[in-house]
């Protein structure tokens, strides 16, 4: 059975899709687009639908809970998809919010506004924050309790400061997911044999 690779993102607004879409076009990924909602509107099962109908690789798929308390409607999908048979999870963007819930998770790293690696978590507007190896969020509550292999933390994805704004390449939400793809010995792109039936078609 072929596993999806795909990369999570837990934060669903207007802004993070654009950047998402971005990035995921420039790589030769794909954004599940529907996966867009502040909360997630789609169940985990009509993600996993969408993420084995499409033809390329990596999948990014948003996920967002809007502040509510505790696991929500956003990370119940989240978590139905990431323990998926078919889907092979890269990574995580782990997006910082100023949730007053205190919810939090473990990162592995983060990439701070300047688009830094650091040890230390970031907050919302990618500034380093003063802890080590964790952020807050409001979609980040079940990230650390799964099986992923690289959790990176983002302050809020495609604003910072208009730094990391869809018009300007989401750079910071780039440097992100190329971490990933290079941390997994992964690379992005249609999958082997879609390039092949392309390369049939075009003799």
């Known amino acids: 059975m072929e596993k999806r690779r ?6 669903g607004d207007e802004f993070a899709c654009r950047a998402i879409e971005r990035v995921a ?16 509107k789609l169940s985990g099962e009509q993600l996993v639908e969408l993420i084995l109908q499409t033809p390329h690789d990596p999948v990014f798929v948003m996920f967002d809970d809007c502040g509510a308390l505790g696991e929500g409607t956003g990370e ?6 990431a323990t998926h048979e078919q889907i092979q999870v890269l990574g995580a963007l782990a997006v910082a919010s100023n949730t007053h819930q205190h919810e939090w998770t473990k990162v592995h790293v983060s990439i701070d506004r ?4 650091t040890e230390y978590g970031v907050d919302k507007e990618g500034v380093r924050d003063l802890e080590i190896g964790r952020i807050n969020g409001d979609t980040v509550y ?5 099986n992923i292999p690289l959790i990176v933390g983002i302050g809020d994805i495609g604003k910072m400061g208009y730094r990391d704004h869809a018009k300007y390449g989401a750079p910071i939400t780039r440097k ?14 249609k999958r082997k044999e879609t390039e092949s039936a392309d390369r049939e078609a075009a003799r």
């Open 114 to 117: 300047d688009g830094v690696m």
């Open 176 to 189: 992100a997911v190329e971490l990933i793809l290079e941390r997994s010995g992964g690379h992005a792109g």
């Open 142 to 146: 079940c990230l650390d309790r799964l």
């Open 76 to 81: 119940q999908a989240l978590r139905y998809v």
């Open 6 to 11: 795909v990369i999570l993102v837990t934060d």
């Open 25 to 40: 076009a420039e790589i030769g990924g794909r954004c599940i687009s529907r996966s867009q909602g502040n909360p997630t």
